[in-house]
Structure formats: C-alpha cells, structure tokens
C-alpha cells in the first residue's frame, strides 16, 4: 500500500515567490497535517484539515495557507518567501476519527530551499 | 514556548546496549505520547506510542516509561544495533475527535550505536 506521498521533493524559490506543495494521504485516511521541519529542530505544527475542514492551525504567519480536497489531498500555500521559510515541509496523514483515529503516518517530505 | 523538552540532545551507545532518551512534558492536557525515528532525507516515523493509563508499554526491543506525576516519558532502546543510529523525536497531543491532534514535538536526539 501506498503511504503519505509528497510532491515535489525538492524545490527552490527566491524571496518573495510563492510556493505551492502538495500531499496524497494514505487511503482511506481523512485528515492531514502540515508540519514545517527546520534543519536541528523538531517539526512544528502548520494546520490539521479533517474532511476538508480546518481542524487546527499553529503559530505561523497568514502567508501560510492550506486547504483539502473532496479527494482528502492536500496542498499547503506559501505566499511572499522568506529565507527563514527554507526547510522541510512534512505532511502527515491519519483515520481523523475513532480510537486510533488520530495516529499521524508521516511522508518523506518536501525540502524547501529559499534563496 | 517549548512545551516538550527532550534531552539528550545527542548519544553515543555501543552495539548491544541501552539507550535511553527522556522527554519532560509541562501541559497536563496532553494525553497520547509518541516516539517518531527520523533517518536522513526521510519523513519520521512513528515507532511506539503510550497513552497515560498505563505506566509502561513493550515492543520488541523499544520500551515507552510513563510517569504521569512527574511530566515525563522516556524511550529505551534495548540491545542497540547500528541500523538504530537515527534521530528520535518524542512528542505529545491533546486528542479530541472535533480539535483534532497537533503533535507537539521534542527538539530530537541523535543517536549513534558504533559497531
């Protein structure tokens, strides 16, 4: 079975730009996670989308945007870089409900470069 | 604000011993505990989880202590070998099937098992 998957692996952009990354859950999984991975740090909670609606959202500026699709994917919005944005972007899926609904299964990631 | 504090921050352990990694939680609210191993260029992934109505929990060679009055959990690899040179991450969340789950992570141990 396919697991959380991430497009694209790698990107680099210049300040200013935006960027859009995108995220395949696991099927049958109905909420994703969007967490930013600085280099040294643990990852930091973005937003949480379940059914397509916002379930949560970190402390991050409102540069940052994500949404979901009737599908379940997922794509987290960047708007006017800045180099301190440069870092992993990790996207992680789960049920959404039920005991063991809230268990995250992580992708390999999106390595965001800002120059 | 840290609201999960890891230590160390580094280990070095020779193949076939111990290694422990401790996590101090300051949130009472939080109540799933996960261990995620990250290898380099991959998303992390999730290892074993403690919910805090029990004190310990096994699997295989990775045991999860809970100390709910004292705000910490630790994670004890047994009979370490090089394939478990990796950064471990603890973390913590609040479940709730309407707030959803945002994983609050450790700053992340390296650890090194030599040959």
């Known amino acids: 079975d396919a697991g959380v998957t991430q497009s694209p692996t790698h990107l680099i952009k210049t300040r200013g730009q935006h960027v859009t990354l995108r995220c395949s859950p696991i099927?049958?999984?109905?909420?994703v996670s969007w967490y930013q991975q600085v280099l040294g740090q643990g990852p930091q909670f973005i937003f949480q989308?379940?059914?397509?609606?916002?379930?949560g959202r970190g402390n991050f500026p409102d540069r940052f945007s994500a949404r979901q699709f009737p599908n379940y994917s997922s794509e987290l919005n960047v708007n006017a870089l800045l180099l301190g944005d440069s870092a992993l972007y990790l996207c992680?899926?789960?049920?959404?409900?039920?005991?063991?609904?809230?268990?995250?299964?992580f992708g390999a990631g999106t390595r965001l470069s800002v120059l | 604000q840290q609201q999960v504090k890891q230590s160390p921050q580094s280990l070095i352990v020779q193949k076939g011993g111990i290694s422990i990694i401790n996590c101090a939680y300051e949130?009472?609210?939080?109540?799933?505990f996960p261990w995620y191993q990250q290898f380099p260029g991959k998303g992390p992934a999730l290892l074993i989880a403690?919910?805090?109505?029990?004190s310990e929990k096994k699997e295989g060679r990775f045991t999860i202590s809970f100390n709910k009055s004292a705000k910490q959990f630790s994670l004890h690899i047994m009979d370490s070998q090089p394939g478990d040179s990796a950064t471990y991450f603890c973390?913590?969340?609040?479940?709730?099937?309407?707030?959803?789950?945002?994983?609050?992570f450790g700053e992340g141990t390296q650890l090194t098992v030599n040959p």
């Open positions: 992680a899926s789960s049920l959404g409900r039920g005991q063991w609904g809230n268990i995250q299964y």
């Open positions: 099927s049958g999984h109905k909420s």
């Open positions: 989308y379940y059914e397509k609606e916002e379930r």
């Open positions: 949130n009472t609210a939080f109540d799933y």
């Open positions: 403690i919910r805090p109505d029990v």
């Open positions: 973390a913590a969340s609040k479940e709730g099937e309407t707030s959803g789950s945002r994983l609050t």
